[in-house]
């Protein structure tokens, strides 16, 4: 794309206003205009650094992540969404950090927001914990800036939390709709969001979830498909069966990987724990029962163990609309038979074949992180991304 | 204040020159003018930044981070203060390189400088090894200067020694002096630095010894308040009480908190370790006599805990001038009762409400390392805010 | 100088777009006439940053550092070359990633290049490991490119492997041609790269292995020598003989120190395991055989503690054309008696008369990186170096 133009003009049509200022934590807190805008300013980020066209809006600051889990895409991606608007991270490590047991979540978040523009939290590993911690977060920078203690609000984006994976969700959509044609060639698109064996336990639900919220509110139609027992969280099954009503999609549940991906359009197969599982998981430790984690991890992997035919195998993909061309999705690292374990998500097979796929998804969370900022940072938008563009600074300056 | 230019004119009447390609270790090393420029330069880039002006001097460059001690709050300081400026924050992880048992300080100084702006230190752990190591780095760099090996001399700014926490101190007075509106109005106020009760043992002596070295060269009457057996440096509190002569104010010590904070328009209670003790505890390191500090330990909690009625609460600060309105602070964290210990240096009421003054007052420390390195690196300060104020460049974009 | 015009005019007579787009891996990768390019933009790149010219190329950009061994000198040249040219460091720090096992090096590559110009990587320890990990890196960043899931390919820069240690070669060499007035100079000159007793064992055989590799490709005569049993790998001690056949030069072996630094005009005493050892070594850790690591380490210090004869004295320096005033270098720490042990590489006497030149020595590496990466990333730097000192933007503002 030569000009960015197209992605203003949609834009201009949409009611974005309620993001300036505010978090992204998850995507069921904003609206199907605030979404698309999303999508738009990805887009117009990314056409603009492709042809080499800075994007630099601050020329100073700070953006902290603190991840509570370890991570490497979404890090990079973080860095990089960050960078490409001009702040410099600055990483919360807890543990080179003087937090004393007892110092509250108001306190720190005030202390290391006095030049944030932006901070960046990945809590994802207890049911409940994530989001309320970044909500606490989330208000005692707005308290801290109410009072007069900070001279901005510095805003926050989940890089995931127990509930939702929304950079992780909007890289996945800007995929699927650049690869589709845009956001209406995805109505009515059959996906198959699909458990699959993992030699590994205890993996996050929020990945499925951030999927099956997001893709019924574009028409897509969705089906949940995971072996008994490894249920998601009721209120978001729920809420993802809302969602499709709105549209007039479809939004059906199965226990069978077969059914679930028979003439599917858009197959996406990951290992999850169930909730029940997770909320039991998440008690011991919070009693520090260490023989008891251990007992769980054991009869959980047993679980696991028996229903090592859920993998998505060329027999399964022969099964979707397309067979081993229908779009197969993954926030990696996946499980992959024979390089990474005996038996796991995915054979290699059906791996391989979709590598440059899920490569290009993976491309697009930098995009999506710098969107929520811009959108969260800049008052204008449109006036601001077209004034980028005539300035056309150069990025990455050659004579 | 929507102009620097009374921070201007103040600079314009102080002799400061002796800060420019100097370090800021402590603040005794400074003349009066001196740390009166530096409030009026922490000021202005306040102003600055506050009007989104940016306050970028440095296009490339960076500053050098060695914490020898974990740190939340002066981590961010240095990570805030230098990227203000334009430096890239380049931490030197000791636990990531390959400095050799037996590589001498000179050697690693230099090899960390070669495009180094500025280096900040923090290392409070053992009597006399904080204050010895900075010296021995800015000596190295000077020499290394000298030699011809670097094109540049780096500055350093202490980031705590066992001695003196300068950009802690300076945060202190730049909210004293903004709350009381200026530094003339600081003039005769009676402060109570005093020992507190904590659960912890070990904490620098740096905090106090900083607050009394500091406070009196403006007239405010300080007077030092600890049980027993916690003294500080003698030479230090020898300065203490000349300074007070020098200005006509007065330096009292009292083995009572109550006595300290009577009619106190300023209270400031905090743990600390005694010099003895740490002198004690620095030999058992270098002996590295683990059962010796262990019984260290005992003993000193044992001692601590015979003094759990030096605490801030209602009925002490019933005793200050303005009873629970009277200033009350602390660097943070604080060993706060009922919320990170059952006993502690202050009770949760008092801590209350008095958090946001709190955290006021540490806002300040990005402030006053910004202002410490910018009138080390920059020859004519006045002329160099003014440019900056004059060509309004946004800090944060936004068409 | 007052001007790089000088540099730009040795440019001009040189042969270098096989670097654009390129990696920087081993210095036999490259033509002579790329390496003396690299010379002429590090030492314009220096002239630009002493004389305050602003290098910064980049407004927004990635360098990723991925050390897999300990450094210092290197951690920071990476960050200052970088940084002088406008990129913000992005350390993939492993222990902090998701890279579970089993995941392919395609896929940690292409993730964390999204917006990455360069990476660097260290990957020095086991034999053949580093070289195949970085060319599998390169190979996978350009498969990437290739099927477009990457808008650019980030050239790599090597910090070091198993086999080559070009920063530090091309460090040398700057200070070596800088000292002696260019490299024409150089010719003729005798170099001893000779073993050194270490009371540590496994240094690596990569920082000889560069020196023996480059200096005949300029004409100099080198000496190598080396107790027996401490061979280098043999192809490169061919790819040396080569060399020096091909300009007129001498390449010599010995097995005594002596003998080699008779009459040098530059000595390089510095300790290495032997590349059969390391053969060894490699297998043991393949096989995680710690008791056969363990027994193999005592075999190689006792081997070691029989060569402590093999040191760098006052009474072998006087053996040199030019005494004490003959130049030492060592790509440092080095193990200096006295100092960092009781018998070492290197007498203080020795060390410390040489401390200058040394520390010079390392001085040139941030800029030795800076210039790979400037002719890995811009089209025409002639034109473009022309262009940064016509601009005259300061590094470093001040009014």
Redesign the interface.
Known sequence: MSTIKPYLDQLQGLDFSGMYENDFLHTWDKTTDELRAMYAVADALRSL??RNI?????????A?SN?RD????T???F??GT????L???D?DES?????????VR??A???S????VIGIRDDKFIGAGDAYMKEVSESVAQ?YA?????HRPTLVSLQSDSDHPTQSSADLLYLLNEFGGLDALRGKKVAVTWAYSPSYGKPLSCPQSLITLLPRFGMNVTLAHPEGYDLMPDLVAKAGEYASQTGATFTQTNSMAEAVEGADIVIPKSWASYAAMERRTKLYSAGDAAGIDALEKELLAQNATHQDWHCTRELMEKTAKGMDTVYMHP??AD?EG???EHGEVTNEVFDAHR?GL??E??Y??YAVAAMIFLQ????PV??L??LEEAA???????
């Open positions: 650094r492709e800075s994007t630099r809006i601050f020329q100073t600051g700070l902290v991840f370890n991570s490497t895409r890090r990079f991606s860095a990089s960078n490409m608007l001009g410099q991270l600055q919360l080179k950090s003087q937090i004393a047991h007892g110092e509250t306190e720190t005030t202390m290391i006095f030049m944030a523009d801290s009072d007069g203690i900070l001279d990696l690292p992959i390089v990474s374990c440059d490569y290009k993976a491309s969370k930098p940072k800049v008052k204008d006036a601001t077209a004034a600074a150069p990025r990455w300056y050659q004579a």
